[in-house]
């Protein structure tokens, strides 16, 4: 049996979500998963809006519309809309506080969430980080308040990705002193863009800055594109994209410019722009440089992305295993009754794993939110650790969303015939995390980026060395610079070099065997890209092109380490023995999977022997039985108040 705790005995580290009750455990797995931010994300979980939190999956996509605009508007009233968002030039931004904001809109409707996301973090994020003090007090104080709405134009039908290549033009008329933006062929057409079909009056437009004949590069301008009664203004063409396969309240539309004027202050100029005199000026001498400083401003929505995939993959486990908890299928002779879902070892291989990645993922969120807080809100940093928060935000951002909808569609599956019904939410969801693979970033294209960041380091050693050479020193590079330690810095090397010298005389759960083995597949798939990198010298595309699956792997790699290691400092921190002990098997139960994952790789390079590989899959068995009986304190801990998941198979 477990014991609900007495909410005159909770602590005001655990403010209550009004009618919640949790176990002692599932409060403790909360508190740790929480992390440092648990204090603030308990206190917003207790004050937040939750009476309106889930929209009826029969509106049409109009309909969806219509509720999603207003409840955008009570979230802000409520002080969630615009959290972390700085109100004019003289407030303070807080990245945490958007991020922590965006978690908990994630906790219910995802067109919300999304809608939030683009009116508040790119439209006015962009306002704010690319934008000067003019813009800020101008626009800032209409934008949290949800009073100008507006879109962020960035992705073009023949450029997603490829933000460099962009296509639309904004070209600098000196006779007038304003900027002209146009869309020069079919291709520039602004596509997919949030707001824009029917709600945006305004909206951030991502172009090439033409000045007196010369391509400054990409730099972004706020044009206004509809008056006050919707109308599109004079050059503005707006479409809508109607019906997704997903997030059917977000108005995701076409733009188009035929040469639209606006004013020259209306450029966002904090990295550059033309001054008074009419020249081009920028703090930034080197173009390249420029284009990557403002693009790494925007990283916040990467971070945002990755922590709304991770709770849309927690809300399906905690679907999932409550009702697994609570629905016999078939009979035993020990069982007349029936027998629990979850007490069928198929069923717990289903879950309880991706419950542990879940955890895993989320330590590692809240290692990556913190890097977020410390560089944009106004720490010291270097611009390698910029970097490193970028690459960081790209990975996670992919592993996040990818874990999403595997196990979104996994969890549908798990509850049958019932988790198909839209009352029970696990489709809706399904379908509207899917676009999180390919929000701010292609999850594929994000990964390339990831081992390409490794390779970074790597191209002082190149030169002309020859292989040995090549190989030591590279080595030394991984060692130094590339294996960045977490917070678990010195356990983690204090365990790797236990785990060196006798890694088969450990355990299967030994965390230094786990920490040896993970470094293991990231060092060598990393030094081995580097050698094969070397070899096509990085020019001949069919050479590199041929390397892709192969970055994917180091990509992959590299990120499971850091969660890896993201957990085991989130056990350090954690205070009490129970919830420590549920950690631990939880984090042995991650690391069992991954290398069950890449067993032939271990296998293929000597790391594991064939008998360690086979005890491994057992090891799983036995890791999933012992945390059946602790299954629904630890969705507690994963943080979804039980009142806010709305599947109606639970409410019988």
């Known amino acids: 049996m477990t014991q609900v705790m007495d909410p005159a005995t909770r602590t005001s580290n655990h403010p209550e979500v009004p009618g919640e009750q949790l176990t002692d455990l599932g409060a403790a797995l909360r508190h740790a998963l929480d992390g440092q931010w648990a204090e603030r994300r308990a206190q917003a979980r207790a004050t937040f809006p939750s009476a309106n939190l889930l929209r009826d999956p029969d509106l049409s996509y109009p309909e969806a519309r219509d509720w999603v605009l207003v409840r955008l508007r009570e979230l802000v009233d409520a002080g969630f809309g615009a959290a972390g968002v700085p109100r004019n030039a003289d407030d303070t931004a807080d990245p945490a506080a958007a991020v922590i904001a965006f978690e908990l809109l994630a906790h219910g409707d995802l067109s919300t969430l999304i809608k939030s996301g683009v009116q508040f973090g790119l439209f006015g994020g962009a306002v704010a980080n690319l934008g000067t003090r003019w813009h800020h007090d101008t626009f800032l104080p209409t934008i949290t308040s949800a009073e100008l709405l507006g879109c962020y134009a960035m992705t073009e039908l023949g450029h997603g990705s490829d933000v460099a290549g962009l296509e639309t033009t904004i070209t600098y008329i000196p006779e007038t002193d304003e900027y002209e933006v146009h869309s020069q062929t079919p291709d520039a057409t602004k596509a997919y863009i949030g707001n824009a079909a029917r709600d945006g009056s305004m909206a951030v437009v991502f172009g090439q800055l033409l000045v007196h004949g010369k391509n400054q590069g990409v730099h972004a301008v706020l044009v206004p594109i ?135 993922i989320g330590f590692a969120q809240n290692e990556l939110t913190e890097a977020l807080a410390h560089i944009q809100g106004g720490g010291e940093h270097t611009e390698r650790e910029q970097r490193q928060l970028e690459t960081r935000a790209a990975g996670l951002k992919a592993m996040a969303t990818r874990f999403a909808n595997d196990t979104l569609q996994e969890c549908r599956e798990a509850c049958g015939g019932a988790g198909f019904m839209a009352e029970n939410r696990l489709v809706g969801l399904r379908a509207d995390a899917d676009v999180f693979a390919t929000f701010e970033g292609d999850n594929t294209v994000l990964l390339q980026l990831v081992a390409k960041a490794l390779l970074t380091d790597y191209k002082q050693v190149w030169g002309d060395m020859d292989r040995a050479g090549m190989v030591q020193a590279t080595a030394r590079m991984v060692g130094d610079t590339v294996l960045e330690r977490t917070a678990a810095n010195l356990l983690i090397d204090r365990l790797v070099g236990a785990a060196k010298r006798r890694p088969e005389e450990l355990t299967l759960v030994d965390r230094g065997w786990h920490a040896y083995l993970f470094e293991e597949r990231e060092r060598h798939s990393l030094e081995s890209l580097a050698r094969r990198m070397r070899g096509a010298n990085g020019r001949d595309f069919e050479a590199v092109n041929r390397l892709g699956a192969h970055m ?36 042995s139960l991650f690391a069992l999977d991954s290398i069950s994952t890449d067993a032939a790789w271990f296998l293929e390079h000597n790391r594991i022997s064939t008998g360690r590989a086979k005890a491994v899959d057992a090891q799983i068995d036995a890791l999933c039985g012992e945390l059946r009986p602790q299954a629904l304190e630890v969705v507690e801990g994963l943080g979804i108040p039980e009142g806010w998941l709305g599947a109606a198979f639970l409410a019988d």
């Open 226 to 360: 509809r008056d006050e009664n919707g109308a599109d203004l004079p050059g503005v063409s707006t479409s809508d994209h109607g019906g997704k396969g997903g997030l059917q309240g977000i108005d995701n539309g076409r733009l188009t410019f035929a040469r639209v004027r606006v004013p020259r202050q209306m450029l966002l100029n904090r990295y550059g722009g033309v001054d008074d005199t009419g020249r081009y000026a920028s703090s930034i001498d080197n173009a390249n440089r420029r284009f990557f400083t403002m693009l790494g401003t925007l990283v916040r929505g990467r971070v945002c992305i990755a922590a709304g995939g991770g709770i849309a993959a927690r809300r399906g486990l905690s679907i999932a295993t409550r009702y697994a908890l609570k629905r016999h299928q078939f009979t035993a002779p020990d069982r007349p009754g029936g027998v629990l879902l979850l007490d069928y070892l198929t069923h717990q291989r289903r879950l309880i794993p991706a419950i542990a990645r879940a955890y895993a």
């Open 552 to 587: 994917l792997f180091v990509a992959r790699a590299h990120l499971e380490r850091v969660t890896l290691e993201a957990f085991i400092a989130g056990i350090e921190a954690c205070e009490g023995p129970d919830a420590r002990r549920v950690l631990e098997r939880l984090c």
